[in-house]
């Protein structure tokens, strides 16, 4: 069988020091699985590992193994594992949300951005029954199994104030605020009225300084601004988007998690109304 992005990740030291030049050991063993990136390029593992696990890593490559939607798959076995040993009663006081049962078992309601998410034993659905995309669910577990109990406290940082991020700043701005700036430039109405549609909010004041600002809670712990700048073409100043989150988003959220959070915001504001 082929070696997964959960077998390359046990193999790891899991400190999550970035010196591979990514920003976790999991990000490291996705690379590895799906884009041929050397084992050795994680300098603390030792020569036996890289040597014994190397060779079925080009087999693998050479056979053209595993696909995106394997990575999907086995990021999703991985997060489940990850957020099992957490008791479903403990997690409203961590992550917030509310405690139901059904059927006998316990069932979380956890807000998710206008709507509500059913977390249980067998799974997590959205509130009208149909299951969570697999992304949706690796996004949800990670927060399950890193949530902290902080609740936000209204101070906001750019990606780039978070630690251990470098990597990702270029994949924000393409995939997240470059196609928000493109779609929504000179049309900050229709961005208003397609944040409202799922759960955003307008902020004013507060020194928010931005032309328009926009306030959404993903999750109940996990509120993000989306800031636009309508630019001034007569001074050649072009049009700017900027996601900030509270600083204390990375005791809720791994680097993935934010960027999958970022990309899924953008993806439900440029989604056609329906
Ligand atoms: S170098 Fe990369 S893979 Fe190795 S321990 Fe550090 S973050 Fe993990």
Same mark, same amino acid.
């Given at each position: 069988m082929a070696l997964s992005v959960v077998d390359i990740y046990k193999i790891l030291p899991r400190t999550n020091c970035g010196d591979c030049g990514y920003a976790s050991c999991l990000a490291f063993a996705s690379m590895v699985v799906s884009?041929?990136?050397?084992?050795?390029?994680?300098? *603390?593992? @030792?020569? /036996?590992?890289?040597?014994?696990? +190397?060779? $079925? #890593? @080009?087999?693998? *490559?050479?056979?053209?193994?595993?696909?995106?939607?394997?990575?999907?798959?086995?990021?999703? %076995?991985?997060?489940?594992?990850?957020a099992a040993s957490m008791a479903l009663e403990d997690l409203p006081a961590r992550i917030g949300g509310r405690l139901t049962t059904e059927n006998g078992a316990s069932v979380l309601e956890l807000p998710y951005f206008n709507s509500t998410v059913r977390i249980s034993a067998d799974g997590i659905r959205h509130a009208d029954g149909t299951e969570a995309g697999r992304w949706e669910q690796v996004f949800i577990y990670n927060h399950i199994a890193q949530g902290g109990r902080r609740e936000p406290t209204g101070r906001w940082k750019g990606l780039q104030e %978070?630690?251990?991020?470098?990597?990702? %700043?270029?994949?924000? +701005?393409?995939?997240? $605020?470059?196609?928000?700036? +493109?779609r929504f430039a000179g049309?900050? @109405? /229709?961005?208003?009225?397609?944040?409202?549609?799922?759960?955003?909010?307008?902020?004013?004041g507060g020194g928010e300084t931005a032309d328009i600002s926009l306030r959404f809670t993903p999750l109940p712990r996990i509120p993000v601004i989306l800031r636009f700048w309508e630019g001034d073409d007569e001074v050649g100043l072009d049009p700017e988007v900027k996601l900030? =989150?509270? $600083?204390?988003?990375? /005791?809720? #959220?791994?680097?993935?998690?934010?960027? =999958?959070?970022? /990309? +899924?915001?953008?993806?439900m504001l440029m989604a056609p109304e329906a």
């Open positions: 884009e041929k990136v050397p084992l050795s390029r994680c300098p *603390h593992l @030792d020569p /036996e590992t890289v040597a014994r696990y +190397q060779p $079925e #890593l @080009d087999a693998q *490559h050479a056979a053209g193994k595993w696909t995106r939607r394997d990575l999907a798959a086995d990021a999703h %076995i991985w997060a489940r594992e990850r %978070i630690p251990n991020t470098v990597s990702k %700043i270029k994949s924000m +701005q393409a995939h997240a $605020e470059a196609p928000l700036r +493109q049309r900050l @109405d /229709e961005l208003v009225a397609a944040a409202e549609r799922i759960g955003g909010e307008r902020i004013t900030a =989150f509270d $600083e204390t988003i990375p /005791e809720h #959220l791994d680097i993935e998690s934010i960027m =999958f959070l970022s /990309e +899924q915001l953008t993806k």
